[in-house]
C-alpha cells in the first residue's frame, strides 16, 4: 500500500508530500539535513480522538474509583466526590486547584515503575464510551501513516501533549511507533529514592510542568534543543508550538486538524471548553497555518477500521 | 580498525563485551530489545577532560570578559571582578549565589538560537590551556569508540550532565554523534516570545534544574522515561544515577572513569574540590560498579593522538 493511502487528494496532501519532497532534496534549496528533520505533533484531537473528553480524564475517573474502594472516605470529599457523581457543575466550582487535586491523586505518591503498570493495564482493557473500542484503536489512521511516511523520509517524530507524559509514554510506541524519550507531556515533580539495592523515582504531588500553550515551545527548548520543521495541532493550545515551528528559517510546515466530520467523528472547535479552537482557526491564514479537514482530506478516519 | 581499538585487554573491556553480548543475544536470558537499551554518560570527566576546571568554566570566563568589554562596570561589580581577576578565594567567599550569577550572566538573557551561535564560534576557536589543542580535541578516545560500539549493538546513547545543556548541546552531535535531543544537562528557565511572524526561546536568569547528583536519574525520568541499562560517570555527583541504572531488574552495566593517569592526563579523585569522587569510589564494589582506569584500561587517553 502507498505511503499516506488514507489521504484524500488535494491541498493538504499535497503541501504535505511537496514539503517533505523539498526538503528531503539534496542539493536543493530547501534541503534539511536529517538531523535537523524534527517533526512535533500534539496528541488528544491531533493523533487521536479527545471526545466527549480527553482520554487522560477517563483515566482519571477510573483510577479515583480504584482508589475511593481501597480510601471509601474518598466518595465523600470534594473534589472526589463530585468527580465520581459526574457533577461537572460542582467541578467547574470547585475550579483549577480541584482538578490538580485530582491529578495529582491519579498520577502521584507512586513511582514511575509502579505508575507504569497500571496505566500499562489500564489501556490493555479500557473502551471508548461511544466508539465501543479500546481507546488505543481510536487513533487516527491519516496521521499513524503520516508518522510512518515522515519517519521513512528521515524525520524523527515527538509527541508534545498537554497530557501527563507517563500516561501517553505507557502506549505511545505501541501507537504511533514513538518511543517513550520522545515523548514530551505534562508532568509532576519526580524524587529519586535510595534504600540499599533499591532505588526508584517516586511521582510527587506537585507541578513540574503543565505542557500547554506557550509551555510547549519551551519544553521543546528543554527536551529537543531544535525548532522543529513541521508541527500539527488542533488547537489553541498548540498554536506557539505551531508559530514557533513556522517561524523558523527554511521551509516548514504547520498544520492544525479541523474537526468537521459529525458522521465519522464529531464536529467542534470554538465551543469545545477542554481544548477550543478559535484563534488557531481565525489565524490560520495569516502565520501560514495549513488547515486539515477531517471530513475532505481523511478518507478514513480511526487506524482500526478496516483497510 | 575493530571496535573498542583503544581500549586494553582486562576487565573492564571485558565487562562491557560481555554485557553487550548478553543483552543483544536473540533468546537469551539476558536479552534487552532496542527501545530498552538506553545508555547514559556524563560528560565533564567522563567523555572529555575536566582539568583543571571544567570546560563550561573556560567558556564562562571567556564570555563575561566578552560582556565587560561592552559593559566596563562589570569590571568593578562582583563576582565579575573575582572571576575576571581569577580571584578564586572571593569567588568561594562570595559562595553558590555568585556562581550562579555568574552562569545566569552568560547563559542567559539571550535566545537560544543567539546562545547556539555564540557557543559555535566559541567552540571553534577554544583551545584547551595544558594541552594545546580545541577543547573538542580533548574527548577521550576509548569512549567515543565505547559510543560507537554500543550505537552499533542498538542502544541509543545520551549524555546526563552537570554542564549547562546548550553548551553541550552545541558540540555534541560533532564530537559523540549524540544528538541535541539526547542531551540533558543544567538548565534556565525558557520563555516563549512571539512578535508578528518572529519567534524566539528567551533564555531567563532563573534556574530551571542543576542536574547533578540525585537530579541526574530525575531528569532520566523526565527526559527519558525509562530506566537506563548502562550508565557511565565519573564522580560522587554520577553516583545516583550509576545506583538507578544498577538496581534495575536484568542485566545492568556501571562504570567509573578513575583518573589516575598523571602521566598522559591527570591523576586526581578526593581532592578535586569542583567534582570529588569519594563515595562512589568507596562503594564502587558494594553497589557493582566497575573502576575503569585511565591508566589501566585505556591505550590512548584523547581523541585527537595518533592513532
Known sequence: MSALASWSEGAAKSAIVDFVARVTKEGGSDYVPPAARIATFDNDGTLWCEQPVQVQVFFLIDRIKELAARDVSLKERQPYKALLGRDT?????????????????????????????????????????????????????????LLDYLRANGFKTFIVSGGGIDLIRAFAEQAYGIPREQVIGSSVKLRFEAKDRSTSLMKLAELDSFDDREVKPQNIGLHIGRRPILAFGNSDGDLPMLRYTKSGHGARLALLVHHDDAEREVAYDREFRLSPLVEALDKAEDYGITVVSMKRDWKTVFSQEAR
Do not use: M, N
Open 89 to 145: 457543575q460542582t467541578l467547574h466550582a470547585l475550579g483549577k486547584q480541584a482538578i490538580f487535586e485530582l491529578a495529582f491523586a491519579s498520577h502521584a505518591g507512586i513511582s514511575e515503575d509502579e505508575f507504569d503498570t497500571i496505566a500499562c493495564a489500564w489501556f490493555a482493557k479500557a473502551t471508548h464510551p461511544k466508539f465501543g473500542r479500546l481507546f488505543t484503536q481510536c487513533t487516527y489512521r491519516p496521521q499513524v501513516e
